[in-house]
């Protein structure tokens, strides 16, 4: 069945550097990617999302690519702060959501 | 977006009794999704309710575990029935944004199965 793969599970980074989430997905009918955070004992937020027909997107620090030959898209968070630490999730739709494996963003003071 | 109510915010049961979990959703929406997310997982679509027929199940779901109604388009129940420590996780419900093309999250279940 469909699928996505997310890497890495756990990604640590110097505050003010940037973080880079990588996933890739196997359904080529795919047309919706979204990006969601979840803090501890929260709910998912979505952060950002693209649609097949857009290879970027940007909103303020936090960029999205997609590279629909490559079936992979990618989230860019640049200038790190200390409330980017969180859980990210990255899934990809056609009818339904399929959901990357999450990856636990750490920012070091 | 939407903006859900979700009830209740936690619960610990004991083994085989059944919780019922309720989402109240404040506009009319055609699909609930009811998701599990066990402790530093991703999130696991159970079922789909839709309004006027049945839940459709995910593979390893089945509605005598995880009975669902939808008795119109704001609302939906889940059901946990006899419930056993496996079932500890926290359950969401979500549903489509019709501003944008993401999903809204309720703001989830935490249940402890003792």
């Known amino acids: 069945g469909e699928n996505v793969e997310q890497h890495p599970s756990t990604l640590s980074v110097q505050e003010g550097d940037s973080a880079v989430i990588k996933c890739t997905y196997s359904?080529?009918?795919?047309?919706?990617f979204p990006w969601y955070k979840q803090e501890l004992g929260k709910r998912p937020q979505l952060i950002i999302d693209?649609?097949?027909n857009v290879g970027e997107k940007k909103d303020q620090r936090i960029a999205v690519t997609l590279n629909k030959t490559a079936k992979h898209f990618s989230l860019h968070i640049t200038e790190t702060q200390p409330e980017d630490s969180a859980v990210y999730f990255c899934a990809a739709s056609n009818y339904q959501l399929i959901w990357g494996a999450g990856t636990k963003l750490i920012i070091k003071p | 977006s939407a903006v859900i109510s979700q009830k209740p915010s936690r619960d610990i049961c004991q083994r085989g009794t059944s919780l019922t979990i309720q989402c109240q959703v404040d506009?009319?929406?055609?699909?609930m999704f009811w998701y599990r997310q066990q402790p530093g997982q991703s999130l696991t679509l159970i079922a789909t309710a839709n309004q006027g027929s049945e839940a459709t199940y995910e593979s390893g779901f089945v509605i005598d575990k995880f009975p669902i109604s939808r008795p119109n388009l704001t609302f939906s129940t889940l059901t946990v029935s006899n419930m056993s420590p496996e079932d500890s996780s926290i359950y969401l419900c979500?549903?489509?944004?019709?501003?944008?093309?993401?999903?809204?999250f309720g703001s989830g279940t935490r249940l402890t199965v003792v």
């Open positions: 693209i649609r097949s």
């Open positions: 359904d080529s009918a795919s047309n919706y």
């Open positions: 979500s549903v489509p944004d019709r501003i944008n093309y993401g999903y809204t």
């Open positions: 506009s009319q929406v055609t699909m």
